[in-house]
């Protein structure tokens, strides 16, 4: 844009993957304490489209000069276009005004936005390995190299995430996500660039930290801190006439889980169950930061299978019927090296992505799996029947079989209920899927994540590799495509549980188009992918639709 002239020089389409719009009366009055707002997915025709007319994009140019001139500062302003009523024209809106004082600073560093929200606070810098529970102060900003999963209590505390290494599937992501509070990671040498207690702006959604000065400091702590967490999006009535959903889905809609706190909010939802229940994460809290070899080797085993049941009981019970598909851990070094163990050491490994993980690591330590089977029998034994077992991280068949001899051996296996699934996240799945049926497996759960990186050959944890990380790729696609196919074939169900759906949420359109039994996304995704789910059914009927009318219309000609 020329500022003198107000004239377009280039203009690029924007990726506009989700969209709000006001609620009708008829959906405010079932939506008591909610913003205002719904949220949906543009259509395909919308997403290759402008946001505005040359009409509107004018009349924003001009208000824009105007500002400009009054104002004599930088700012962004948000805007929005709306019918006050049928009869009346469609009219551009300025719904708020903010100088930017940091765009005239340039104490600004970038990394990769992990989870959305802006957040500004002082910022707690950690460095070395050394974390003082009592020491960290509520509200802060935690600004450290490294996020493993005992930190959950910090995170906990803290008003946002900055890590110098990790990516956007890093533990420490996943559980900001959950936990709804802004994080951006791989921010090379933030924690030398960043003086502890200095007030920071931490933007999750663009991937920025800005250093704010002292004249900023008074202008940015008298505004409102804002996350995705904090700006509640309503979905459409979950009764109607005759009490039926305007919006009915068929594909069924999980959330991603760890933590306890989540339950609330998602018992709220109008989800089928827990796609993926991370046991790893959610058991940190019973083992207190002891390898369970350790309460094995203390005699304490009993106690760990009581604890680890009570915990699995309190998901299962506050969301009953509906499923509980409890992923078995998946201890990887180093993200679990503080697991201590006088009895065992976890091994430094170059590549954990590749090493001592998943079924193979039962195949090693069969007694940690032996606790986490017995506590799911407990859960059964209790009546909850809701809680179903997937393995993770499945390489070959004979791996598989060998965990479902231990599943048997502790009676899951005479449950009528029980199902006992495996992740796809191996490539070798792909070619072995009827093997495994053949051999017990009930139901798959496709792990975008591990299974891009592992058909790319790319490090997900590299930020240089990020942008080849692209769940897209026409392989990743045709991966996930015959995985859903060939789940079909053999008569069981196929899932999907990882990050490609809610950061490609366009490819929702082909996972129903083949035929998908279930979505699993984080708890902040859930509203967008309920639309997007929506939204490419019914797409699929009214094509159907056409084509039946199109068929029995060639056959009155044809007769």
């Not at 986490?372 to 809701?386: F, I, P, R």
């Amino acid at each position: 844009l020329q500022p003198e002239t107000g004239k377009v020089l280039t203009s690029k389409l924007g990726s506009k993957t989700r969209a709000y719009r006001l609620e009708t009366a008829q959906d405010s009055s079932s939506s008591a304490g909610r913003s205002g707002l719904q949220v949906y997915v543009p259509s395909k025709e919308q997403q290759q489209q402008y946001a505005l007319t040359e009409k509107y994009l004018q009349q924003l140019i001009e208000i824009s000069q105007n500002l400009r001139v009054e104002v004599e500062a930088a700012f962004s302003l948000e805007w929005t276009i709306y019918q006050i009523s049928a009869s009346s024209e469609p009219r551009l809106y300025i719904t708020q005004f903010t100088p930017e004082l940091i765009a005239r600073t340039p104490e600004l560093i970038r990394g990769l936005a992990a989870a959305g929200g802006r957040v500004t606070a002082p910022a707690q810098v950690i460095v070395g390995e050394q974390h003082n529970l009592e020491a960290i102060i509520p509200g802060r900003i935690l600004v450290t190299q490294m996020v493993t999963p005992d930190w959950i209590p910090l995170l906990k505390k803290a008003a946002g995430i900055v890590t110098e290494r990790g990516g956007i599937t890093s533990h420490g992501a996943i559980i900001a996500r959950e936990l709804g509070i802004p994080a951006v990671v791989h921010a090379i040498g933030i924690t030398q660039l960043i003086d502890n207690g200095e007030l920071i702006l931490l933007d999750g959604n663009q991937g920025e930290i800005h250093k704010l000065s002292k004249k900023e400091e008074v202008q940015q702590q008298s505004q409102a801190n804002t996350s995705h967490a904090s700006f509640p999006i309503s979905f459409p009535p979950r009764e109607n006439i005759g009490g039926v959903s305007p919006f009915p889905i068929a594909t069924k809609l999980l959330v991603n889980l760890s933590q306890l706190q989540s339950l609330e909010q998602v018992a709220e939802l109008p989800v089928d169950g827990v796609g993926l229940l991370r046991s790893e994460l959610m058991m940190l809290e019973v083992l207190e930061n002891k390898h369970p070899q350790e309460w094995v080797q203390q005699g304490r085993k009993q106690e760990l299978v009581e604890r680890l049941a009570q915990q699995i009981i309190q998901f299962a019970a506050t969301l009953s019927p509906r499923p509980i598909f409890y992923r078995s851990s998946d201890w990887r070094s180093p993200e679990f090296q503080f697991l201590a163990s006088e009895t065992s050491t976890t091994p430094s490994e170059v590549n954990p992505i590749l090493g001592l993980r998943g079924t193979l690591r039962y195949k090693q330590d069969p007694a940690s799996f032996e606790v986490e089977l017995a506590a799911l029998a407990q859960v059964h034994s209790h009546g909850y029947s809701n809680v179903q077992l997937m393995l993770p991280f499945v390489r070959t068949v004979e791996e598989f079989t060998f965990c479902r001899r231990y599943v048997e051996q502790v009676g899951l296996t005479e449950n009528p209920h029980f199902q006992l699934w495996i992740m796809a996240e191996v490539p070798s799945v792909l070619f072995l899927l009827p093997d495994y049926v053949q051999a017990g497996v009930q139901g798959i759960s496709i792990g975008t994540n591990d299974l891009t990186q592992l058909l790319l050959a790319v490090d997900r944890e590299h930020m240089l590799s990020n942008s080849s990380l692209n769940a897209r790729h026409p392989a990743v696609l045709r991966a996930i495509q015959q995985l859903i196919v060939a789940a079909r074939t053999a008569g069981i169900p196929c899932s999907i549980c990882g990050q490609a759906p809610t950061v490609y949420p366009e490819i929702i359109d082909l996972l129903v188009e083949w035929g998908i039994t279930s979505i699993s996304v984080d708890v902040h995704d859930v509203a967008v992918t309920y639309q997007a789910i929506a939204r490419a059914e019914q797409r699929l009927l009214l094509e159907a639709a056409r084509n039946s009318k199109f068929k029995i219309q060639n056959s009155k000609y044809s007769s």
